[in-house]
């Protein structure tokens, strides 16, 4: 059974590269989901609940249960799939993606969750700012997010508004289902993270019953910054599951 590998925003499958490096199984995939560097099917809106669906279709052609990992809104699709249709699921894990009816998004969030003032962000992005926003918002490594800014098109930069004023609720809408999953979760989570804030992770690990929930001293991109640490937990997270 393959490890399929969820990015989060703004990122696309290469934020899972320096993770893949040190894992040792080779039946490990990172999705592109639609607008971030894959192309969006006609009529997809990029709406939370489409990205969802579309996770769950392509799952379902796997043909079998799969272990699903997720970072940032990876985190937050790939919970919601893994309580809908459990049975696509081997394992579950995920970090930095809060699903709580107590989180209150951040600022940047904010911004692109508002009409006009949202499109005004995008029009006037330039690469010096993105990158400067950041890391200084995020702590995103400086190659990293000079890495992402060119990645982030037109079609990326739509996504992403629509995603998120989608999911001003989220929250509220998807936390009750959590209690549904039946995977094996790990959380992991940057402590430092001030966007999304380490309560959330043990907010999330209580919701999903999570074996572990893994603080990790660093900021939100855990999967950048402490690449070793997340491949092995992953890896004995999977190995603990497979004994079960």
Same mark, same amino acid.
């Given at each position: 059974?393959?490890?399929?590998?969820?990015?989060?925003?703004?990122?696309t499958?290469?934020?899972?590269?320096?993770?893949?490096?040190?894992?040792?199984?080779?039946?490990? %995939?990172?999705?592109?989901?639609?607008?971030?560097?894959?192309?969006?099917?006609a009529?997809?809106?990029?709406?939370?609940?489409?990205?969802?669906?579309?996770?769950?279709?392509?799952? %379902?052609?796997?043909?079998?249960p799969?272990?699903?990992?997720?970072?940032?809104?990876?985190?937050?699709l790939?919970?919601?799939?893994a309580?809908?249709?459990?049975?696509?699921?081997?394992?579950?894990?995920?970090?930095?993606?809060?699903?709580?009816?107590?989180?209150?998004?951040?600022?940047?969030?904010?911004?692109?969750?508002?009409?006009?003032?949202?499109?005004?962000?995008?029009?006037?992005?330039?690469? %010096?700012?993105?990158?400067?926003?950041?890391?200084?918002?995020?702590?995103?490594?400086?190659?990293?997010?000079?890495?992402?800014?060119?990645?982030?098109?037109?079609?990326?930069?739509?996504?992403?508004?629509?995603l998120?004023?989608?999911?001003?609720?989220?929250?509220?809408?998807?936390?009750?289902?959590?209690?549904?999953?039946?995977?094996?979760?790990?959380?992991?989570?940057?402590?430092?993270?001030?966007?999304?804030?380490?309560?959330?992770?043990?907010?999330?690990?209580?919701?999903?019953?999570?074996?572990?929930?893994?603080?990790?001293?660093?900021?939100?991109?855990?999967?950048?910054?402490?690449?070793?640490?997340?491949?092995?937990?992953?890896?004995?997270?999977?190995?603990?599951?497979?004994?079960?």
């Amino acid at each position: 059974m393959p490890a399929i590998l969820i990015h989060g925003v703004p990122d696309t499958h290469r934020v899972w590269d320096r993770v893949r490096e040190h894992l040792t199984r080779k039946d490990v %995939e990172a999705w592109n989901l639609p607008g971030f560097g894959a192309p969006r099917p006609a009529d997809f809106r990029s709406t939370k609940e489409e990205y969802v669906e579309w996770l769950i279709a392509r799952l %379902e052609q796997v043909g079998e249960p799969i272990d699903l990992v997720g970072h940032d809104w990876g985190c937050i699709l790939t919970a919601r799939v893994a309580s809908l249709r459990p049975d696509l699921v081997r394992t579950w894990a995920g970090g930095n993606g809060p699903l709580s009816a107590r989180y209150v998004w951040h600022p940047l969030a904010e911004i692109w969750q508002t009409e006009v003032q949202g499109e005004r962000y995008m029009q006037g992005l330039q690469a %010096e700012a993105f990158v400067t926003d950041m890391a200084a918002g995020f702590d995103l490594p400086e190659e990293a997010a000079i890495e992402a800014v060119a990645h982030l098109d037109e079609p990326m930069k739509e996504s992403i508004l629509r995603l998120y004023r989608s999911a001003l609720v989220v929250g509220q809408e998807w936390e009750p289902e959590l209690a549904k999953v039946t995977a094996p979760a790990l959380v992991f989570w940057g402590a430092l993270d001030p966007a999304c804030q380490i309560e959330f992770a043990d907010e999330l690990g209580a919701a999903m019953r999570a074996t572990r929930v893994l603080k990790l001293d660093c900021n939100h991109w855990t999967v950048l910054q402490k690449p070793a640490a997340v491949a092995t937990a992953l890896e004995e997270h999977w190995r603990n599951s497979a004994r079960r």
